[in-house]
Every structure is written in C-alpha cells, then in structure tokens.
C-alpha cells in the first residue's frame, strides 16, 4: 500500500469518526465543534479525495496538487485537530446550554434578530470596505431566530419559521446554498437538544438531508447557470 493511499484512508476514516460522534452526541449536548471538525473534513479530505478519483476539470475545483502530497499534509493535521476536539488531547472549556432558560430571553432574541434583518437590507448601501462586517451582523437573525424558538409567545416562533423560509429563498434567490445548509444545521442541532429524538428518527431525518444535499449537488451548477445567466424573478419556478 502506498503512503499516498494511507493518509487518504486514515482521513477517510477519521472523518467517518466524526460523524458517528457528531450523530451520537445530537439531542445530548450542542456538537457545534464536532460539527466544525466534520464540515472540515468534509471540505478537506472528502472533497478533495472526490476530486482526484473524479476530476471535474473546473478551474476553482481541480487539485493542482498530486494527492500523496496534499494528504501527506492535510490528514496530519486534520487528526491534531480532532485529537483536541474527539480525544481531549488538550483540556478546554466546554459550555453547557440550559435550553429551558431561552424562553426568559425571547426581548433579546428578539433584538438580536432586529439587528439581523437591518443589515441584511442595509449591507447593499454601506461602502464596500463594510460588506464583511455588514454580512457577520446581518446573519445576527439566525441566532436570534434559535432564542425565539424557544419562546412561549406563538408570535416569535412564527417568526422562527419565517427566518428558516426567508434563508431559503434567500439561498433560491442568490443560488447559493452554503449558509441555507450550514444554518439548517445549527437549527436541526437546538431542536434535537429540545426535543431529544430517537436514534432511528436522528438517521431518518439525516439521510433524508443527505438525499437533498446529494440531490442539490446534481442540479446545482445548471441552477446557477440559470439565475446567474440572467433568469430573475423564477428562482423557484427554475429550481423545482
């Protein structure tokens, strides 16, 4: 076996390692670094090693870089990564979310929500050198639309579930998934905390994620194509 194929199958194996402690601990606790180190691996190791055994030849995507040469420094430093976060290699500060407490925080949800929405229509009038910082405040909504999940007001939760319908269309409108997916992650990790789902509903609801992502990809550059190409006002029409 050649080292080229060791440091892709430790990799592989590693980032399988991940998802099964990433599965395990949903509905106990909040996996957002377990979460952090899969989509890592995901972008690191399983992407790239797709890419060698089927090259797509695109500019942005093609690995330049012979594949014994990436892994032999990417899966080394991917397995120090997950020895602080899986293995405890190093002790660090784990937080821990009394979920039942977010109800009494609904105002400030509420408020960070606010801040959310503004600079979300606000970002396309502020000067160019403020477009990050506009991006990091208008994504504010999401955070606060996870307090007001919890709320007791029907009125905020209402409002939950029009944040989750306007990132989607948000996603349709500007043909870019990355924040609809990772988004709906985070939201799919504070209701299993909330409601404690089994472990088949856990695997049903994830496969049927990993059906729509796989199924996402496969449409995803004729989509863009599309609305990119100039096709406004029919993203949805487009993309059913």
Do not use: C
Not at 23 to 47: C, D, H, R, Y
Not at 123 to 134: D, K, V
Not at 167 to 191: C, E, K, Q, V
Not at 206 to 229: C, D, I, M, N, P
Request: aromatic residues 24%; hydrophobic residues 55%.
């Amino acid at each position: 076996m050649s080292g080229m194929e060791l440091w892709t199958i430790i990799g592989l194996l590693v980032v399988l390692l991940t998802f099964f402690v990433f599965i395990n601990s949903l509905g106990k606790t909040l996996p957002v670094l377990e979460f952090m180190l899969l989509v890592a691996g995901l972008q690191w190791i399983v992407g790239p090693f797709v890419e060698y055994n089927y090259p797509s030849k695109h500019f942005k995507y093609y690995m330049y870089v012979e594949e014994s040469v990436y892994m032999s420094y990417v899966v080394p430093a991917y397995l120090l990564f997950s020895g602080v976060i899986l293995f405890r290699l190093f002790p660090y500060f784990k937080a821990v979310f009394p979920i039942w407490s977010f109800s009494k925080y609904e105002k400030y949800g509420f408020f960070i929500f606010s801040i959310g929405f503004i600079f979300d229509f606000l970002g396309g009038f502020l000067p160019n050198s403020l477009n990050f910082f506009s991006f990091i405040l208008s994504n504010f909504k999401y955070a606060g639309a996870i307090i007001l999940y919890f709320s007791n007001d029907r009125r905020m939760k209402i409002l939950f579930i029009a944040s989750i319908g306007y990132l989607f269309y948000n996603s349709l409108r500007t043909a870019m998934f990355h924040d609809f997916i990772l988004w709906s992650t985070f939201f799919y990790m504070f209701w299993a905390l909330k409601h404690k789902p089994s472990r088949r509903l856990i695997l049903l609801t994830l496969t049927l994620a990993l059906v729509f992502v796989g199924t996402l990809q496969t449409v995803k550059a004729t989509f863009r194509s599309e609305v990119w190409g100039g096709v406004l006002g029919e993203q949805i029409h487009i993309f059913y």
